[in-house]
DNA sequence: AAACCTTTGAAGACA
DNA sequence: TGTCTTCAAAGGTTT
């Protein structure tokens, strides 16, 4: 967890023109807010839950008519998005990440994988147990207080795959990923119409009897009549990766063959509220779903649901291709993880540029211990498995071309200095703190620390303290060998100290701030300290790219 | 505006 | 079978 910098802020600062704090202000604030807010998680938490049931005890009919049910073209959708961002970035104040990425998407419908309430309205142990991998940090009730908030009666809704989040919202992401927006704790927003703030988190609630149990203390007659105002929140089990675009579901839901299994497997929790109504934007069945993602869409994050936003295609056979889904492939183990500790990353640093935040969370892949991958190897897995029965004919072949084919050369005929000029700025302004950590390159430590290696353990946060060794170790700034020469160059070039480094000079492994690599730590800070004057000075001409 | 960058993993293509 | 390629997310950067 983050400490008191005990006036190490200037240290930090040092370097901050590549891995760059925010002011020290703002960095000690935030870290204040850590250290409290994790020690108020709990309350943070049931506070959310509290609330949202709060606002749940209406009866279901009741909800429905009182609470406009939210669509993406709504005024009530907006109030909802808000409320949630502003929901989210108090939870994220209470201890959780920030990111200004992510604004608080509310929407997230989620079919289930399997139906995971038992009869009596109890999460099934499987779906228990699946949850509480889709949310390592959440307490998945023990009850089933999870239904959808706006499926008035799951039962008419069979067969309906709603599957509604914001387009860069990951399902694991609402809880632990935040807004960065600077969020006064004391200036709800005026739509808000707080009745209560919770003390803690300044989230308008309502008291409800319910409070007094932590989390989701609905009771099981209850759930599934009472719609759950934190319903795109609230992991739904099975809830696939995909997303949609922000203006919603446009296009047909193409292969949503439901077999047998599919129809168990995709549960009947869904509401179309929340569907656009678009004449062509749905399957007959009405069932959208974020895996299918048209590329006209994405070019239009807005949102425009307007027919002349698929008019821009010159011909009408590229047109037509344009408007075909796009279902897109199941997120990988790696994807999950990066989806899920993103926010985090950036949060704890200013780096906004993914491609240095996924060589940061590259390497804390690595550094994560076998059980901590399992998790999302597992959750992958179910991924592909939902995303197979839900799309049967889907091949990955059929999205080959869907992205705009990267110039052949750019891997194969660029050359090294290509490379490393192109690549040059980035590792300079953002990565040489990051490149010092462990082994050189993250894809060639990929290899060495194979997620199923307890090697990986090297730069794990559990193995925090770097030995003299690892700090000397020469670290070779290649991110991605090359094609040709890659596999032999990398792996040696990772490890064995055969190959010369491709970095200019040595950097200390603790010259990344310790947040980069793993959770900060005591000791990471201590040995940040350590190692400042090292990397302080450190004039960092890094290759990204291996020379041969 | 669109591609690039960057990561890992899955899957398909190809030799 | 092994290797290579493409795509999945993401958003700043580059072209």
Redesign the pocket.
């Known amino acids: 967890m983050p400490q008191l910098n005990g006036g190490g802020g200037d240290d930090l600062g040092a370097n901050d023109e590549m891995i760059s704090f925010k002011d020290e202000g703002e960095q000690e604030e935030k870290i204040s807010e850590n250290v409290s807010a994790e020690r108020d998680l709990d309350d943070v938490k049931s506070s959310l839950v509290n609330e949202s049931e709060n606002n749940s005890s209406s009866s279901d009919s009741e909800q429905t008519e009182r609470r406009p049910q939210p669509r993406p073209d709504t005024e009530s959708y907006e109030k909802a998005r808000e409320y949630f961002s502003e929901a989210l970035r108090r939870q994220q104040d209470g201890g959780f990440f920030k990111?200004?990425?992510?604004p608080g998407y509310p929407f997230l419908m989620i079919p289930d994988l399997a139906s995971p309430y038992l009869s009596n309205g109890a999460l099934s142990p499987s779906a228990r147990t699946y949850l509480q991998m889709k949310w390592p940090l959440l307490d998945v009730p023990s009850s089933a207080a999870l239904k959808d908030s706006r499926s008035p009666t799951p039962g008419h809704l069979s067969n309906k795959v709603p599957v509604v989040q914001h387009?860069?919202?990951?399902p694991l992401t609402p809880l632990i990923t935040y807004s960065n927006d600077h969020f006064s704790p004391t200036t709800p927003p005026a739509h808000l119409s707080p009745e209560i703030l919770d003390p803690k988190t300044g989230i308008p609630r309502t008291p409800h009897p319910s409070e007094l149990s932590p989390y989701y203390p609905l009771s099981p007659g209850a759930v599934g009549q009472i719609p759950h105002p934190l319903g795109w929140l609230v992991p739904q089990q099975g809830q696939p990766?995909?997303?949609i675009p922000p203006g919603g579901f446009r296009h047909p839901y193409p292969a949503l063959a439901m077999n047998a299994s599919m129809s168990s497997l995709v549960s009947s929790r869904f509401s179309p509220h929340v569907v656009p109504h678009h004449p062509h934007g749905l399957h007959q069945t009405g069932i959208p779903h974020p895996a299918i993602?048209s590329p006209a869409i994405k070019?239009e994050p807005n949102g425009d649901l307007s027919p002349a936003a698929h008019t821009k295609s010159p011909g009408p056979a590229k047109k037509e291709d344009e408007k075909k889904p796009?279902i897109?492939?199941p997120?990988?183990?790696?994807?999950l993880y990066?989806?899920e500790m993103?926010a985090k990353v950036v949060a704890e640093c200013t780096l906004?540029?993914?491609?240095a935040i996924?060589?940061i969370?590259?390497r804390r892949?690595?550094s994560l211990s076998r059980e901590e991958?399992a998790k999302y190897?597992e959750l992958?897995?179910k991924e592909?498995q939902l995303h197979s029965q839900l799309y049967p004919g889907w091949?990955?072949?059929d999205?080959?071309?869907?992205?705009?084919?990267?110039?052949?050369d750019?891997?194969?005929d660029?050359t090294a200095e290509d490379?490393s000029a192109?690549?040059k700025?980035?590792?300079v302004q953002y990565l040489p703190q990051e490149k010092m950590i462990d082994s050189p390159?993250?894809?060639h430590?990929?290899m060495l620390d194979?997620?199923a290696t307890p090697s990986a353990a090297l730069a794990s946060p559990a193995a925090p303290a770097p030995t003299h060794s690892e700090q000397a170790q020469p670290l070779s700034l290649?991110?991605?060998p090359e094609?040709?020469s890659?596999?032999s160059s990398s792996s040696t070039s990772s490890s064995s100290s055969s190959t010369p480094p491709l970095l200019s000079r040595p950097i200390p492994f603790t010259s990344l701030h310790p947040s980069l690599l793993s959770p900060p730590s005591p000791f990471h800070q201590a040995a940040l300290h350590s190692h400042h004057a090292l990397f302080q000075s450190q004039p960092l001409s890094l290759v990204?790219?291996s020379a041969d």
């Open positions: 990111s200004p990425h992510y387009a860069h919202m990951h990766m995909y997303s993602v070019q796009h897109k492939k997120l990988n183990a790696f994807m990066m989806k993103r906004k540029e993914s491609a996924n060589q969370l590259g892949w690595h991958q190897y992958a897995r592909r091949s990955a072949r999205n080959y071309g869907k992205r705009k084919k990267r110039k052949r750019n891997k194969a660029s490379f192109r690549n700025k980035p590792c390159a993250s894809s430590g990929s194979s997620p290649t991110t991605k094609p040709s890659s596999s990204t790219k």
